[in-house]
Structure formats: C-alpha cells, structure tokens
C-alpha cells in the first residue's frame, strides 16, 4: 500500500499556486478579447463552412472546424461564471453572441446569393442532434479545458474542435433561415446550443476539479439550463434507436426469410413517418418482380409484432428490365455495376396526418 500511496498522489491534480491562477485568468481573458484576429478567424471559418456545406464537401467542412474560434471564450465564460469575475464573463459573453450573430447573418447572405433550394447530407446530419451530441460535447469540453491547464497536451484541442464543432451548426442556421426552412434551422440551432452548454458545463466541472475555484451557484443554473435539452436529445435518441431496430428488422427478414423481391431486387432507403397513427414505412425497392399485397402484408405483420406496436407498410416500387442487343438469354441474375453504386432514393409522398 505504500508503495501505491505515491503513484496515487501523481494521478490526483494538484491544487494550482497563485502564479497559475493568474497566468490562466490572463490566458482566458485574452481569449474572449474581441479583436482583429478573432473576427478575421469567425469570418473566415464562417465562409469557408458555408461554402462546404452548399458544396457538401466534408474535407473544406473539417477545415473551418480546425480554425474554431467560438472555442476560445467558452473556457473564459466557465471560469468567469464560476469565480463571479464580471469583466471575464463579459468579455467572453460579448465574443460569443458577436461571433453568434456574425455567423448567422453572414451565411445566411450567402445562403440568399446562392439560392440552393435543397442542401446535402452535411446540413441534414446537422439538424437532428439527440443524447449522443451532448455526450460528445460534454467530453471534448473537459478535454479542452484539461488542454487549457496543461499545455503539454494543447495538440489535442485539434481533434477537440472537430468533435464539437460550433460554426458548422451556426451556419446551418443560416442557410436554413435563408430558405424559409424553419425546422431544420431550429434543428441546427440546438445542436449548436448542445454544444455550447456542454462545453460550458465541462470546463466548469474540470476548473471546480482542478483547484482553480470552488463551487457555486453557476454550476447549479448551467445545469437546470442544459436539462431541458437534455428532454429533447432524450426524445431524439429514442427515435433514432427506433428506427435502427426497424431498419434491423426489415433487413433481417429480408435477408432471412425474404419477402421475393426478385433475383436482381435491392432495397434502397428505409423512411419512417413517426407522426402518424399508426406509424408508417416507406421501402423503397428495386425489383425486376412483382410484388403483391399478400406479400407486403406478411412482411407488414413481421414488423409489427418485432417493434412490438402496429406499423402500415408501403412499398414504392421501380421495376428493373435489362435489355440487350442480342436478347434476355445473355443476361446472368446478378446486378449490374451501376446498380450497386450507391443510388438517390425514391422520396416517399407526402403522408396526410
């Protein structure tokens, strides 16, 4: 045991000297100064993740997250909150809602200069956060904060920017505003405010942890301020484990026992209307065979007894037939190449509630 004791007393944070604290508070509060440098980096990180995201591209997305400037005032918001420092957490207040509103306006501009009606898979994977996003937030926070009293480790808030991406989200906003898509720019919104309190509420958990301050009511409202998101995400997640139980459930029938869609049948895309009573599915298939309603009616009642809750089954069929110079006798069972690529699939119609 005593040869642990030691070992232990390593592990364990040290309580900081008055030198650190100093030289931490002056850190952070140089961070949350709104200067040239600062708006130069929002500026530039907003246009080039707006640009990434009209464009869809994850590579030019991943650049504007390693530039991160609404990461810098985070940490000074923490600290000021939690030390009732007023000059910190406003200058760190004031360098987030500037940034905040830069971010918003400016992409949204963008969004109304382009005129892009429909927008990719980066802007969707933006605008449905659940419990999983907080839990992202909540560590890359307490790593960018282990990161701000270590510099040793300051190479890690590269990797930390990208999970918990704050300007991506903001410009999602932007663009969705500027198309009158409402719901998603809410969507994306709080994703960016998941983000923002789970920085927040780690770095505090991490300064209190650390010695650098004591406990007070700051940490008591930022947590009642992150519950109710935390309701939401809850509900979110719920619906995405549903779904992935009864895409799990489709392909397991399909696979095993299958419904006949034909030698050269593929299933494209699974969608599912939760809003509806009862909830509705949408198959959108490819078959070179007719499917009748005996068969959708079986696969139907596979899916409803295994989710455990009546489901109403719709199959959206595209009839597959090669043709060829020399006739049907040539043709082998398997799929063409271009049939395995990865396809658009098939938008299921509007369900009335």
């Keep these: ?69 609404l990461m810098l005032p985070l940490r000074g918001l923490a600290l000021g909150a939690l030390e009732g420092e007023v000059n910190l957490f406003r200058k760190s207040l004031l360098a987030i809602a500037g940034a905040t509103l830069i971010a918003v306006c400016l992409s949204c501009l963008i969004g109304l200069l382009t005129g892009i009606p429909e927008f990719g898979s980066e802007v969707q994977a933006r605008i449905q956060p659940n419990l999983v996003d907080l839990g992202i937030a909540i560590t890359a926070g307490a790593i960018s904060g282990f990161a701000k009293i270590r510099p040793g480790i300051s190479d890690a808030l590269a990797g930390t920017a990208i999970a918990v991406a704050l300007m991506p989200p903001l410009c999602v906003v932007g663009l969705c505003l500027s198309q009158g898509i409402w719901l998603s720019a809410v969507g994306a919104l709080v994703l960016y405010l998941t983000n923002l309190l789970g920085i927040t509420l780690a770095c505090m958990v991490l300064f ?18 992150t519950f109710p998101l935390v309701l939401l995400l809850g509900l979110s997640f719920w619906e995405l484990v549903r779904n992935i139980r009864l895409e799990a459930a489709i392909k397991e029938k399909l696979v095993t026992e299958t419904i006949t869609i034909g030698q050269q049948g ?9 809003g509806t009573n009862p909830p509705q599915v949408y198959l959108s298939v490819w078959t070179d065979k007719k499917i009748t309603s005996t068969q959708v009616e079986f696969l139907q009642e596979f899916i409803s007894e295994k989710m455990k809750q009546p489901l109403t089954l719709i199959v959206l069929i595209s009839e597959v037939e090669q043709v060829t ?14 049939l395995d690529a990865p396809v658009q699939p098939l938008e299921p119609p509007s369900p009335q509630k």
């Design 1 to 69: 045991m005593e040869r642990l004791t030691p070992t232990i007393h390593q592990l364990l944070p040290q309580p900081p000297t008055a030198k650190q604290e100093q030289r931490l508070y002056r850190q952070l509060v140089k961070d949350a100064s709104w200067n040239t440098n600062y708006v130069v980096l929002t500026l530039s990180s907003c246009i080039i993740a707006t640009f990434g995201l009209i464009s869809n591209s994850t590579a030019v997305i991943i650049g504007a997250m390693l530039i991160a400037p």
């Design 208 to 225: 209190i942890a650390a010695g650098y301050t004591k406990f007070s009511r700051a940490l008591i409202w930022t947590t009642a301020l």
């Design 266 to 274: 593929k299933l494209l895309d699974t969608q599912v209307n939760w």
């Design 325 to 338: 110079a020399e006739g049907e006798e040539n043709l082998d069972n398997s799929l063409p190449p271009f």
